[in-house]
């Protein structure tokens, strides 16, 4: 899924009948557009050297707004939420932790407008989820989880380019750390290969052609 994707279904949010309502008001992609650059402006440099973003959004609107975002409220926060991970994907950022937007009616705020505050917040490492292609969820915890052919595997391949015992993903008390076990054909974070990789919000593993997304909890 690429950045213009999750602006364009932005966009379709409010189409037909409901976009009615918002002709010339406040629209969902100008609230993307906003959130991004909230998001560029946070940019730091972590402890590794790598540049951070800022994770938790509070998207602050006109009481009057929010109201009529009421309908689409849990799809639009899904979606500006993915609209985050894109964009730090493509600028190659980190989150600290996952991925969250709040939607705030602020009193006083002129309908129309739209201000969003952004913070580094850290995830709390109790739990993460692996999403597979199917929509199915893995649950990551305190138990190692391997990807590979064999059946015994957590999550098993019928993929000749996946190895037999292809990687781990290990818990390590604050998060989790994605190990290559000396794969023939690799393993990849965000399209680079890795041998060992800390895996943060909205990273995407690539396992032979399936491609797994993290989600911190």
């Known amino acids: 899924m690429g950045l213009d994707a999750v602006e364009r279904r932005l966009e379709r949010l409010v189409d ?3 976009g009615r309502l918002f002709r010339g008001r406040l629209r969902p ?3 993307g557009h906003r959130l991004t650059r909230a998001l560029d402006a946070s940019r730091s440099v972590g402890v590794r050297g790598q540049p951070v973003v800022a994770n938790h959004f509070t998207v602050l ?12 409220g849990e799809s639009l926060v899904r ?15 980190s989150f600290l932790g996952p991925v969250e937007v709040v939607l705030v009616a602020e009193p006083g705020r002129r309908p129309g407008t739209v201000a969003v505050d952004a913070r580094m917040k850290e995830a709390d490492g109790t739990a993460g989820i692996l999403i597979l292609p199917t929509g199915e969820q893995v649950v990551l915890g305190e138990l190692v989880v391997t990807l590979g052919r064999l059946d015994d595997c957590t999550i098993s391949f019928h ?3 996946v190895s037999r015992r292809h990687a781990e993903i290990r818990p390590d008390g604050t998060g989790f750390v994605l190990v290559d076990l000396g794969s023939t ?8 290969r890795v041998t060992q990789h800390r895996l943060v919000d909205g990273d995407r593993i690539g396992v032979g052609a399936t491609v797994l997304d993290f989600r911190a909890g």
Do not use: K, Q, W
Request: proline content about 5%; glycine content about 10%; hydrophobic content about 35%.
């Open 16 to 18: 037909g009948t409901v």
């Open 29 to 31: 992609v100008e609230i």
């Open 61 to 72: 609107l006109a009481p009057d707004d929010l109201e009529r975002f009421a309908d689409i």
């Open 79 to 93: 979606e500006l939420s993915e609209l985050a991970r894109e964009h730090a994907r493509r600028e190659g950022d």
């Open 159 to 161: 993929d000749p380019n």
């Open 185 to 192: 054909n690799g393993t990849f974070v965000n399209g680079a």
